[in-house]
């Protein structure tokens, strides 16, 4: 088996490291924009505008209510057709992506602001302090160490849902997988290939992630 693996890896590496560079960019964009795009509508939702919570609570009711899969078919076939520019299969498919991981994304961090006691919101405007100065000096700062191990977690979620791109012929680690397993008929030893790659990918950002949360405790 590992012969196997090891033959496949060596005549058929670079179409692996293709997918691996795909998955990259697709969940490098999905998490910069989804977290982006998630902090504001968190902020839009602890609003006091009942119509902007309301919207955005459906929102994410909706997003998170229906699978993946389907919002990007809805993207796929939806954006190309009533927009009045052309858009790539790929961008389609990341923006689908970005707006799935942004109902997620809200949810953790408005959890994660309404966890830190309000009674220091209070205290910082008794003492003449704005909203945005309260937000962004006393809340987000503690609100980031309650924040960071679920969008953490979800984060490694977007590198994984990359894998959808595949059924539309994108180029990522599943199609990879799909790319080889058609030139040699070979299933299990490539399939192996693709999971350990994930492994990897999410294993180095697990990693990376508790490094993070160490060092903040540290300065605590």
């Known amino acids: ?17 293709q ?11 999905t998490v910069l924009f989804g977290t982006l795009l998630g902090t504001l509508l968190s902020f839009a939702r602890l609003s006091r505008f009942r119509i902007a919570q309301e919207a955005i609570r459906l929102y994410v009711w909706v997003l998170r209510g229906t699978p993946a899969l389907l919002q990007i078919y809805f993207f796929y076939f939806f954006l190309p057709k009533y927009l009045p520019f052309e858009l ?15 109902a997620y994304v809200e949810e953790v961090i408005r959890a994660g602001i ?5 009674g ?10 704005t909203a945005r100065h309260t937000m962004t000096r006393i809340i987000l700062p503690q609100a980031i160490k ?9 984060f490694i979620v977007m590198i994984k849902e990359a894998s959808l791109a595949s059924i539309f012929v994108i180029m990522e680690v599943t199609t990879a997988f799909k790319t080889v397993q058609s030139a040699t008929f070979i299933t299990i030893p ?11 990918m999410t294993t180095v950002l ?15």
């Not at 790539?88 to 942004?102: G, Y």
């Not at 220091?120 to 302090?129: F, I, N, P, V, Y």
């Not at 697990?206 to 605590?220: A, H, T």
Request: hydrophobic letters at 50%; proline letters at 1%.
């Open 1 to 17: 088996m590992f012969q196997t693996i090891a033959a496949i890896w060596a005549k058929y590496g670079y179409v692996y490291i």
């Open 19 to 29: 997918g691996i560079w795909g998955t990259l960019y697709i969940a490098a964009v």
């Open 88 to 102: 790539s299969d790929r961008t389609c498919i990341v923006m689908a992506l970005v707006v799935n991981a942004s």
């Open 114 to 118: 309404q966890a830190v006691d309000r």
């Open 120 to 129: 220091q919101t209070e205290a910082a405007r008794s003492l003449g302090m």
């Open 146 to 154: 309650n924040i960071l191990p679920a969008l953490g977690n979800e």
């Open 190 to 200: 490539t399939l192996m290939i693709s999971g350990m790659i994930y492994l990897a």
């Open 206 to 220: 697990s990693g990376g992630m508790k490094l993070v949360e160490r060092r903040m405790r540290r300065n605590d």
